[in-house]
């Protein structure tokens, strides 16, 4: 029986990732990417939808086929990047796009036929974490606007699809890195090409774990596939090692001169709050605030229901990363 998908956000980091694979899947009848950039990929099976999640209206979806069921994949929202606002206007920044678009978009998809949702949330709704390894079910203790609003969307998610008695899939990632992203490893690359100190908040003695935008790609496709029950899912790499020998394995990877200084964690994220207050920002709360902590995410509960495991390293993506941005 053939499918149908509809993508928010597939010019995106992971919708690039994501839309070739789902393309290939032979259950696959057509895919609508909604998005403010259209996608570059070429396919008789594609259309691009240039809709404004925030701006949406009720009928705004009324193009879709009624007699067409969909699979949503929902991956639009903003995130951290160099178009993060000030700090006093940070939270609409978020909530507009991530939470009253999220809200927006189930409310225009209520009379068409949608059968699944796979949702991309974060792992910055756990926010300063309380057990190591953190579990799907650990409580949230946000640092900022972020990961309140991503909060906000999985509620809607999750009030939207057990109304209609459909399955959805919640997956919480961590830092996702791959060819192409940067964003937070901009700095650190910059000082290791240019063979300069690399500051580290804290002892470096911490682990901070990635995850690769293929994995993620690669396990959202799976459950386009599937038919199990609704789940929440963090997304990680096995085994993070610390971050010293991270950076370390970098480093001598690059050929490079930069050498790691510890700092005082407390001391350094008072002078990151100040900059932060000052509009100067350096570092979010959401990252600095963890930044010397052990923080990792359990993946058990991924690895026991899915057939595809994240394969890549930390070591492997930051490596991979950082070619690429010789690159570019």
Request: with cysteine; net charge positive.
């Amino acid at each position: 029986m053939k499918k149908n998908i509809i993508v928010t956000g597939g010019s995106g980091f992971v919708g690039q990732k994501l839309i070739p694979i789902l393309l290939k899947l032979p259950e696959l009848e057509s895919l609508i990417n909604i998005d403010l950039i259209s996608s570059a990929i070429k396919d008789p099976k594609l259309s691009n939808v240039y809709l404004d999640l925030k701006n949406l209206s009720p009928n705004s979806l009324n193009f879709l086929d009624k007699s067409k069921k969909f699979h949503l994949f929902h991956l639009a929202a903003n995130i951290f990047n160099d178009e993060v606002p000030k700090r006093s206007i940070r939270k609409n920044f978020f909530v507009n796009t991530n939470f009253i678009g999220t809200k927006l978009l189930l409310d225009s998809l209520v009379d068409k036929h949608i059968n699944a949702i796979s949702f991309l949330s974060t792992d910055m709704v756990y926010g300063t974490p309380k057990n190591i390894p953190i579990c799907e079910t650990d409580s949230f203790n946000t640092n900022g606007e972020y990961g309140d609003s991503k909060i906000l969307a999985e509620n809607c998610i999750v009030e939207f699809s057990n109304s209609r008695n459909i399955p959805h899939y919640i997956f919480r990632p961590r830092l996702i890195i791959g060819p192409g992203r940067f964003g937070l490893l901009n700095k650190l690359f910059y000082l290791i090409k240019n063979n300069l100190p690399v500051p580290l908040i804290g002892s470096g003695n911490n682990r901070y774990q990635f995850i690769s935008v293929y994995d993620c790609a690669k396990i959202l496709a799976e459950t386009f596939t599937d038919d199990r029950l609704s789940g929440v899912y963090n997304l990680g790499s096995q085994d993070p090692p610390k971050v010293r020998l991270l950076l370390e394995a970098l480093i001598r990877e690059a050929k490079s001169s930069s050498f790691l200084v510890p700092t005082p964690a407390k001391i350094t994220k008072s002078i990151l709050s100040m900059l932060d207050i000052m509009n100067l920002s350096l570092l979010y709360p959401e990252q600095y605030k963890i930044a010397d902590l052990d923080y990792v995410l359990d993946t058990k509960k991924l690895n026991d229901e899915f057939t595809y495991h994240p394969k890549d390293t930390d070591t492997e993506m930051l490596i991979q990363a950082y070619q690429t941005y010789l690159k570019t």
